[in-house]
């Protein structure tokens, strides 16, 4: 006669459907979560022309073969309003015509206004005005990209639109032909293409500054520690 | 007076409840201790206030902390504490009625329905998480989901379902926080890109 009961020690060692499917679960989620980030993470040698992008807007352009800064750079960050008055707007001045200065768009999901700052930006390149949108954009930081009282980022699309208007006109811009660029599917794409640049470069938050394609990893914690080194690695570069 | 055992389920919800209620409880004091420390002095940062992110201080400052007109984590302190209370009550080995069983559903039905709101406002309002506030998450979780299969289990027609979800409430929960857990990946991803980079 063969045994009916089962073997205790084997009963013991299946596992009951809660446990399983919990493992399941757990095994797909940190395999999705964990292959998701890992692939997103980029390369630190990526080739210049590749940052460079087509077209590229400029804030300095001495031409292809000059030393180039590609900044990624998210309008409403408050640390990319840094770099700018901190670091690049004195920058322009001091190394105009000896360097290339190439701006591309990183709006992050975490600043509600980013993006509309972004298109306003392309918006005034499609008229040729590229520089004086971003001079425009990063002056008056505090009146469109902050909340009153200054301590947290503003989600006023009105008010930013209105007050972009106000540069576009400033800047000598058809605002009509501007508002309807704003919204534009070429303005769009120049944006994403922007951000596949950057994610396939390694940007994951800004501003991040590459030189000549390399990747600038400040060690100050100062704009001014910041600005010093930026510049003698220019100063490098234009004198070798 | 009998003895109830390990695998009981209603040994296993007095657990759920006790611990789940405790853990809700101490980040309902938490967060209203932080809310006193804040209105007492307006330039207190909140110990939960990490980076712009991992920010009480903003979720706390937000209309929806305050959804009925007073700080949440008051209604978090009254039902946390009558949640953990319970399980104790279960855990002592006493019977609950039918109708009493109605009231913890309804209880848990609507942390569970507010939480899930709040969680919504957190990560696309609000743009910042609050650590106790995901304690909290965490709680109403296990309490919601077991207190509906308790439920079932009372009424002849469902207690076949009931059985059915028991086998694998444990799963359920964790699955549903992998979901929760996603939402909060996709919502934040930049940031959280920024830690692994």
Request: with cysteine; charged share 20%; aromatic share 10%.
């Amino acid at each position: 006669m063969t045994r009916t009961t089962r073997n205790p020690v084997t009963a013991r060692s299946r596992l009951s459907p809660n446990v399983l499917i919990t493992l399941v679960v757990l095994v797909v989620a940190a395999l999705v979560f964990g292959g998701v980030l890992l692939t997103q993470r980029g390369d630190d040698d990526v080739t210049p022309d590749s940052l460079r992008g087509p077209d590229a807007n400029t804030v300095l352009d001495a031409g292809d073969e000059a030393v180039t800064i590609v900044e990624f750079l998210d309008y409403q960050c408050p640390a990319c309003a840094g770099y700018y008055s901190g670091i690049t707007r004195q920058l322009e001045e001091d190394y105009a015509g000896r360097i290339t200065f190439v701006v591309r768009n990183f709006p992050l999901q975490a600043h509600p206004l980013a993006r509309q700052a972004a298109a306003a930006a392309e918006a005034a390149a499609l008229q040729g005005r590229f520089a004086e949108m971003y001079r425009a954009l990063y002056d008056n930081f505090t009146g469109w990209a902050l909340a009153p009282g200054g301590q947290s980022v503003s989600d006023d699309t009105g008010r930013a639109a209105a007050l972009f208007d106000d540069y576009a006109r400033t800047a000598g811009l058809d605002v009509e032909r501007f508002r309807r660029d704003i919204t534009s599917d070429e303005v769009r794409s120049r944006i994403e293409a922007d951000l596949a640049a950057g994610r396939e470069a390694g940007v994951t938050g800004t501003p991040t500054i590459f030189v000549d394609g390399t990747r600038f990893e400040p060690a100050g914690s100062s704009y001014a520690d910041v600005a010093a080194e930026l510049r003698s690695l220019l100063d490098d570069r234009l004198n070798p | 007076m009998t003895f109830v055992d390990g695998r009981h389920p209603t040994r296993r919800l007095g657990l759920t409840y006790l611990l789940g209620g405790t853990l809700g409880l101490v980040a309902a004091v938490a967060l209203t201790l932080e809310k006193l420390a804040t209105l007492a002095d307006p330039d207190h940062v909140p110990s939960c206030s990490l980076n712009p992110v991992i920010s009480c201080g903003t979720v706390m400052a937000s209309p929806q902390a305050s959804a009925f007109g007073f700080p949440n984590p008051l209604l978090g302190i009254a039902g946390f504490a009558v949640v953990s209370t319970v399980g104790v009550v279960l855990l002592a080995g006493a019977r609950l009625p039918r109708w009493f069983q109605w009231g913890l559903q309804a209880g848990t039905t609507f942390g569970a329905g507010f939480v899930h709101w709040l969680i919504g406002a957190s990560l696309y309002d609000i743009h910042a998480l609050c650590p106790y506030c995901l304690a909290v998450w965490i709680a109403v979780v296990p309490l919601f989901v077991l207190t509906t299969v308790e439920t079932l289990r009372r009424h002849d027609r469902t207690r076949r379902a009931a059985a059915a979800l028991a086998r694998v409430d444990v799963a359920l929960v964790v699955a549903w926080y992998v979901v929760i857990a996603a939402l909060v990946l996709q919502a934040f991803w930049d940031y959280w890109i920024t830690l692994v980079h």
